[in-house]
């Protein structure tokens, strides 16, 4: 959700190169490393195909797995976890949140789906064998932004430019890592993927998605999705980027919006 306005990401990169925006050096902090002044690798995009989707879904997280695309969406009394006809767009719910939580990112894990909320300090698990039943909670210190995992650990983003490698059975962080372009950090990380074996990450409310080496926080990448959503199908409700999904067995990439019609299936290009 995240209501504090932000700079746009253009002056993020007008910091990294060293102008007015960059910020000052803390008494006592090391410089960032020559290996962090990397170039990243600036990406354009290809829609392959386009899906329906509802403009009522306020998403927040975005996982396909098992053949199957999950959406967890956010707003106080509109919050729920759903599995998406990705033809049709229909939405099953399988989960809905109390009115006092705004929910947040979703990862799946195994037979286990997680579920972070935006300022109630609480992951929800579930157990997709007994259709999405709530197992546990796990309390956490902060805001909940992005879900995402390798297959065995957790990574979770909070609205600053860290993110936490978390245990996925007791919730307990065990690494922070501060994610940075040209030594600067990105701030309002959101919505997390793991792709390939970096994590791709929403920067919120811009078009961009940056491609982070988890080992390091560097951005290695960032993937441009200005104009993908048509000037046509904004209204009044249409609201910024987000939710970032990868079918692995097929490699397709999925990204929308919150309250976006449309889903999109995309291929990025290097500039």
């Known amino acids: 959700m995240k209501t504090t306005p932000i700079l746009l990401f253009s ?14 050096k803390r008494p006592g902090e090391k410089a960032q490393p020559a290996a ?17 989707h509802s403009t009522t879904a306020y998403t927040q997280g975005l996982q396909y797995a098992g053949g199957q695309l ?8 509109e919050s729920v976890v759903q599995r998406i006809d990705l033809a049709t767009g229909k939405a099953d719910v399988m989960v809905r949140l109390p009115r006092s939580e705004f929910g ?3 990862t799946l894990l195994g037979d286990r789906l997680y579920q972070l909320t935006w300022q109630s300090n609480t992951a929800h698990v579930y157990d997709l064998t007994k259709g999405c039943e709530k197992i ?8 909940g932004w992005g879900l995402t995992t390798d297959g065995r650990k957790l990574y979770m983003s909070d609205g600053t430019a860290s993110i936490h490698t978390v245990d996925p059975e007791t919730f307990r962080r065990e690494k922070r890592t501060t994610v940075t372009y040209k030594g600067v950090p990105v701030e309002y990380l959101n919505e997390l993927e793991w792709i390939g074996g970096k994590i791709w990450a929403n920067v919120y409310t811009t078009d961009q998605i940056v491609i982070i080496d988890p080992a390091t926080g560097i951005v290695e990448g960032i993937v441009d999705l200005t104009g993908l959503l048509p000037e046509t199908e904004v209204t009044e409700t249409t609201d910024v980027l987000n939710g970032i999904a990868y079918d692995a067995e097929r490699d397709r990439i999925f990204v929308t919006g ?3 019609s449309k889903l999109f299936e995309i291929e990025i290009i290097e500039k």
């Open 258 to 260: 919150k309250n976006w």
């Open 36 to 52: 962090a002044q990397v170039q990243p690798k600036e990406y354009t995009y290809r829609i392959a195909a386009v899906y329906p």
């Open 104 to 106: 947040e990112g979703i």
């Open 136 to 143: 546990r909670d796990h309390r956490y210190p902060g805001e």
């Open 11 to 24: 002056i993020l990169l007008l910091a990294a190169c060293g102008g007015p925006a960059a910020r000052a």
């Open 70 to 77: 999950w959406e967890g969406t956010g707003q106080h009394g």
